[in-house]
T-cell receptor
Framework: DAKTTQPTSMDCAEGRAANLPCNHS???????VYWYRQIHSQGPQYIIH???NNETNEMASLIITEDRKSSTLILPHATLRDTAVYYCIAGSYGKLTFGQGTILTVHP | DSGVTQTPKHLITATGQRVTLRCSPR?????VYWYQQSLDQGLQFLIQ???????AKGNILERFSAQQFPDLHSELNLSSLELGDSALYFCASSVGGAWTGELFFGEGSRLTVL
């Protein structure tokens, strides 16, 4: 799996968009970009994934740069319940390598 | 609720002992994955099974072993336990056919080795 780099922590005001960046400059052509989050010590939760096109689902949007070396996860209207550790993973199939992630804190 | 069930939720044992963690995947999921999360190592992939067969191996110690049974539930066996084995152990499952990108994680088993 390609290595990913994320900021250690970020803050966001409730109701505003949270934009979480991720660098994956060594990603190979067949590797996807996945985003998961972990709230406190619960099991990680899938958010979204993509290969090269931008993706959107009910939880978030994923913007992948054209060269695929970086991506941004967008939570359009962050709530207090979105406070969590967000993991960006570049890999293929089920063997996903989780890094340290970004601690997102949503403030009232 | 992800649909993945792990037991026990908490387990306290002594060094040198052996424990078994159990995982029931979501109904219909053929693949099971085991992950270990400790404070200093983060979330580490241990092993994957698909329909009873080992599919991929990660940083799993030789003292650890796993298997997936015909009813698709899986067990992770940890033996000769050391203090450093204290961690959260997560099981995840996926459909196993066409890869959808989504792993469904259980709530974990917290192991404390004293």
């Amino acid at each position: 799996d390609a290595k990913t780099t994320q900021p250690t922590s970020m803050d966001c005001a409730e109701g505003r968009a949270a934009n979480l960046p991720c660098n994956h400059s060594t990603i190979s052509g067949n590797e996807y970009v996945y985003w998961y989050r972990q709230i406190h010590s619960q099991g990680p939760q899938y958010i979204i994934h993509g290969l090269k096109n931008n993706e959107t689902n009910e939880m978030a949007s994923l913007i992948i740069t054209e060269d695929r070396k970086s991506s941004t996860l967008i939570l359009p209207h962050a709530t207090l319940r979105d406070t969590a550790v967000y993991y960006c993973i570049a890999g293929s199939y089920g063997k996903l390598t989780f890094g340290q992630g970004t601690i997102l804190t949503v403030h009232p | 609720d992800s649909g993945v069930t792990q037991t026990p939720k908490h387990l306290i044992t002594a060094t040198g002992q052996r424990v078994t963690l159990r995982c029931s995947p979501r109904s219909g999921d053929l693949s099971v994955y085991w992950y270990q999360q400790s404070l200093d190592q983060g979330l580490q992939f241990l092993i994957q099974y698909y329909n009873g067969e080992e599919r991929a191996k990660g940083n799993i110690l030789e003292r650890f072993s796993a298997q997936q049974f015909p009813d698709l539930h899986s067990e992770l066996n940890l033996s000769s336990l050391e203090l450093g084995d204290s961690a959260l152990y997560f099981c995840a499952s996926s459909v196993g056919g066409a890869w959808t990108g989504e792993l469904f994680f259980g709530e974990g088993s917290r192991l404390t080795v004293l």
